[in-house]
């Protein structure tokens, strides 16, 4: 019997969010039911909330999150009633052309729940990255339940769902950092403070944080950056290769998702460095490199698409580092926030005080 829970919806572009009631069908064939516990509060939704991803609206927010499951399809074998899981929106198909290559982290099909959810109206929602999380509970498909040990503390784990995952991955998956790398990261909010972290997990030993923010470069140390640099007062590049012995970093990741910051970044790698965009860009934003300096200074000018990740490698295993000790996904809770109270997590996020708002139900 279909459901009726309290959601959080985007009803259209631009307007403040209101907290309304959704249907949740009875799971179908390949799809689960999940009691939502935790979910972050991340820069994606306020892009679905402007527009900035798709314009079909009503959008039900909400992405990064950690739950139980509630119900099963027919057919589902993979979780069970009972488990706990961080959702994910890479779901892999294993049958596309990238996973017939071997590059299930380049999914091109990816899993999502085939019934949507609605309004009370049946008005059809389309849920955020496929997920729709911002609900008491959700409707998704088996693939993008990722079971990790329930040891585990729902308000940190689910962020490995969106913004520190794609972070962390920034580094550790499509950068490459090894020991001893030079990483330099431009922008310290929560995607880039993840970046940091990754760095220093993946054994990089000069980690260089660029903020215009104090308050964020004095986050980005208690994450592992070896130093930090004010954009508002200095001259970023020059920056980055005092600090690299003239040379510039050997990975620049660039987690704001502007134009003149990935050009800082591009000019900020040392030859043959790579160059990660992990900062999601508005779709009119353009980019213009003279081509002589592409060619000459070689390198590689990476996209990273939720840090590159497989999640039911990667979240099992970081979950495990994180119940260990080794990484600290608590640091990234600023503050646990009510169902209703999105929108006003929503103006903290853009004025800058906070890494994450997480709605806690």
């Known amino acids: 019997m279909a459901l009726e829970v309290q959601g959080v919806v985007a009803m259209t572009k631009g307007e403040p969010v209101s907290l309304v009631t959704v249907v949740v069908p009875d799971p179908g064939p390949g799809e689960v039911v999940v009691r939502t516990q935790a979910c972050g509060v991340c820069h994606t939704d306020l892009h679905y909330r402007e527009g900035g991803i798709s314009d079909e609206f009503p959008f039900l927010l909400g992405h990064e999150a950690a739950g139980v499951i509630d119900e099963v399809g027919p057919d589902?074998?993979?979780?069970?009633?009972?488990?706990?899981?961080?959702?994910?929106?890479?779901?892999?198909?294993?049958?596309?052309?990238?996973?017939?290559?071997g590059r299930p982290w380049y999914c091109f099909a990816t899993h999502n729940a085939s019934q949507k959810m609605t309004l009370i109206d049946g008005t059809p929602?389309?849920?955020?990255?496929?997920?729709?999380a911002f609900a008491e509970k959700t409707l998704v498909a088996a693939g993008q339940c990722i079971k990790v040990d329930p040891r585990a503390r729902p308000e940190a784990v689910g962020l490995l769902g969106c913004g520190v995952m794609a972070g962390l991955g920034s580094a550790m998956r499509t950068g490459e950092v090894g020991v001893g790398d030079s990483v330099a990261v431009f922008g310290c909010g929560g995607v880039?403070?993840?970046?940091?972290?990754?760095?220093?997990?993946?054994?990089?030993?000069t980690i260089i944080a660029i903020d215009l923010d104090?308050?964020?470069?004095?986050?980005?140390r208690e994450f592992g950056a070896t130093d930090v640099v004010n954009g508002s007062s200095e001259a970023v590049v020059a920056a980055v290769r005092r600090l690299t012995d003239g040379h510039g970093a050997d990975v620049c990741i660039e987690a704001v998702g502007n134009p003149k910051v990935m050009e800082q970044a591009f000019y900020a790698r040392d030859l043959a460095g790579i160059l990660v965009q992990v900062g999601v860009p508005m779709p009119d934003m353009r980019i213009d490199l003279p081509m002589i300096d592409f060619f000459g200074r070689g390198g590689q000018l990476k996209p990273?698409?939720?840090?590159?990740?497989l999640p039911s490698r990667d979240f099992p295993m970081l979950v495990d580092l994180y119940l260990q000790g080794r990484l600290d996904l608590d640091r990234f809770v600023t503050e646990t926030i009510a169902l209703g109270d999105v929108e006003e997590a929503f103006l903290r996020m853009e004025r800058g005080e906070v890494l994450r708002s997480v709605v806690v139900m």
């Open 76 to 101: 589902v074998t993979s979780v069970q009633p009972g488990d706990f899981v961080v959702l994910n929106w890479r779901a892999v198909c294993g049958e596309c052309r990238s996973c017939r290559r």
């Open 125 to 132: 929602l389309s849920a955020a990255l496929g997920i729709g």
């Open 192 to 205: 880039g403070c993840a970046a940091i972290a990754g760095a220093r997990l993946a054994g990089a030993t």
């Open 214 to 220: 104090p308050r964020k470069l004095d986050r980005a």
């Open 304 to 309: 990273s698409w939720y840090g590159d990740c």
